[in-house]
Structure formats: C-alpha cells, structure tokens
C-alpha cells in the first residue's frame, strides 16, 4: 500500500484523534515524517498506548482486501461443495442456505479438530483432508477406531443430541474442509430433513466401521489390516501418496513398530507399495486389494461423490 497517493495528506484524512495525537509527536523532519510525505508508510506506533494506528486509505485498502479474498473464498465454496458427499447430496437451496455459516479452511497433519471428553466446537465437511478418530485404550495410548474423508462428516455426534466428544479427531492428511459452529450446525439440523439423513446415514456408516474395525483386530493378520487401511486412507485422500512414517502406523494401529516395517517390506517386495523416509506410495491397487482382508470391500470403500 506504499505510494497511495493521499497517505501524504494525512492530517485532513485522519479524524482520529489518536492517530493526530500519534502524528504530532513525532520528530518534525525525522524520519518518520519524511517517509509519510513520500507516502511509503501506512501507519504510525502510538508509543503512549502501544497501538499500531493505521492511516484511513490503508484501512479502507486492507477492508477492500479482505472483502476481495471473502468474495474468491465464498466463489470458491460456491463451486466446491460437491468435493464432500454431504455437501453434495443436499438440494442446492439447502447448501446455499447453510453457506453463509460455512468456513472454509486448511488444516494441518495433526491438528486436534475436538478432544475425547470436551466439547465439540465445530462440525467439520473434509474436501481432501482425512481425520483420524482415536480411541483412548489407556492414558498413554490411542487407537484408532475410525477414520474420515471427504464421504462424511466429522462431529456427527451433535446431530445424535450429543456435544462431548468420545474420541479424539485428528488430521491425519493435511487439506481442506468446510466447517460449521455446532450452535449453527444445531439449529440447522433440526430444520433440515436432508441434513438429518445424510447425518444419520454418516453415522451409521461410522458404527459399522467401528465395529468392523474391531472384527479385523480380532480376526485378520496385520498384513490384511495395513493394506486395507492403506486403501481406506488413499481413497480419502484421493491420492496414492500418503505420508506417514511407520512409527505413526504402529501407534494408530496399536502394533509394534517392527511388524509394521515387516508388513511393508512384504508388500514392497510383491511391488504393491514403495516407501521412503515419511512416505507410502501406493504401486498397484488392484494388488492391494487382493491382499486386503475383506473389510475394505465391507466397509472402508467410500461412497462416490455425486
Ligand atoms: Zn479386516
């Protein structure tokens, strides 16, 4: 915003008394002075408060800005709802009257998005991110119980009349998603018949998903359980690459670090999956899958976004 060209006629534009406090006491012909008339400074430090005061072009720049990135974010939520199947599957009336309440935003690998036994902030419609639900099994361990992409929702407990989390979600792949106060995603909910299926399907879905999850535990060789859970995360992803270390692999499956690092090698030397430092790449799925105990066809295979 250096250069606006009425920055040097700063004293009729200011009408704040602060920033005419802030401007007469500085230095005449300092520095500071000198830099205003160039107009190459949008602002001044009022030292008796400790406040950064602004000029008002720069205010009114930095309003037109952020309404300017408001307007692409809104454009582009307008344009993506079809990325997270809820979001899709609703009557496009209904989505546009919940977009006003809907955020969009980035969130990195490991953000806790709610805590197991606190309060549910938000209710979150991954794009392309993949949350991980972890189940305490001791104070030291988690496990997890569940996992969730662009085919759900997470926070589906508030629409059960439940708003204290049971499990802790975490961002397993780095991306986007869209996100609601659950106050908002309340009164929404009770007012929208789509809403409340979609949700009650997402959370039937994610019962049968624990529940399958801990079939396979009991019943299916930990070679079976990774390639399934490197479908089920690959597909949530959308991507073959998923960067996670084995270490990460043995905490979330409640394995030893060397049966992971055996379980790799094994598909690796069979070309279905490569690795290095910090990433799997998935080589052949079809393969894959054929490894794949028979929960990825049950229940870790995502519906397809309309
Ligand atoms: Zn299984």
Redesign the pocket.
């Known amino acids: 915003m250096a250069g606006d060209d009425a920055l040097p006629e700063i004293r009729p534009l200011s009408g704040s008394v602060r920033l005419r406090r802030a401007l007469q006491e500085l230095p005449r012909d300092g520095a500071e002075q000198r830099a205003i008339e160039a107009g190459e400074i949008d602002a001044v430090i009022d030292y008796r408060g400790a406040n950064v005061i602004m000029f008002p072009m720069a205010r009114r720049a930095l309003r037109a800005a952020a309404s300017r990135a408001s307007a692409a974010r809104r454009k582009a939520a307008l344009e993506t709802p079809l990325a997270n199947a809820v979001l899709a599957a609703l009557p496009r009336d209904e989505y546009l009257h919940l977009l006003p309440a809907l955020e969009f935003v980035t969130l990195e690998f490991g953000t806790v998005l709610h805590e197991a036994g606190a309060p549910i902030p938000y209710v979150y419609f991954p794009l392309d991110c993949v949350v991980c639900l972890l189940t305490t099994t001791d104070p030291e361990r988690m496990v997890e119980t569940g996992m969730v992409g662009y085919e759900g929702i997470v926070g589906v407990s508030l629409g059960l009349g439940v708003d204290v989390a049971s499990v802790r979600a975490v961002v397993q792949t780095a991306g986007s998603a869209m996100r609601m106060s659950a106050a908002r995603f309340g009164r929404d909910f009770r007012r929208s018949p789509c809403l409340q299926h979609e949700l009650y399907r997402c959370a039937s879905a994610k019962l049968a998903q624990a529940r399958?999850?801990a079939?396979?535990?009991a019943?299916?060789h930990f070679e079976?359980?990774l390639a399934?859970w490197l479908l089920m995360a690959s597909d949530r992803s959308r991507s073959e690459d998923l960067f996670l270390t084995h270490e990460y692999l043995a905490t979330i499956l409640n394995v030893r670090r060397v049966s992971v690092t055996m379980a790799c090698t094994s598909l690796r030397s069979r070309e279905l999956i490569t690795y290095v430092r910090g990433t799997i790449r998935i080589l052949d799925r079809a393969g894959l899958e054929a490894v794949?105990?028979?929960?990825?066809r049950?229940v870790g295979f995502p519906r397809a976004v309309a």
């Open positions: 399958q999850t079939a396979c535990i019943s299916h079976q359980r399934c794949s105990c028979a929960c990825y049950s």
